[in-house]
């Protein structure tokens, strides 16, 4: 048996539109979007800050690195970089995807605004 800090919580999300308005969880989805939204928001301006530190990372790499360990450091931070970029790009993924379930696209291609 699982614990129960593991177990997946059912959302909104993860049912289709008419099952969750034939089980009455529109408030529930409308909360959860917004929620989504603010995943989405805060996710994007942490890729934005880790985007920003990867590039800064690399431009000092190619031009003050000299030796094979200030090397090594200096790859070895710019892989830290990529994965924070990963990570957020994840979550933001994730979000977006969560937010067309709940509400399709708009004619600007943004959720809920066209």
Known sequence: MAAPEKAKL???SDFDREN????RLITLAD??????????NDALKHLRESLGLKSFLVQRNHSAATGQIAKHRSETEIENADR???????VYCRAFNAMGKL????????????
């Open 84 to 90: 924070r970029v990963q990570k957020w790009a994840e």
């Open 10 to 12: 059912s959302l909104p």
């Open 31 to 40: 909360t959860e979007f917004l929620l989504q939204q603010g995943q989405a």
């Open 20 to 23: 969750y308005e034939r089980l």
């Open 103 to 114: 509400k399709p696209l708009g004619d600007d291609g943004n959720h809920g605004r066209g």
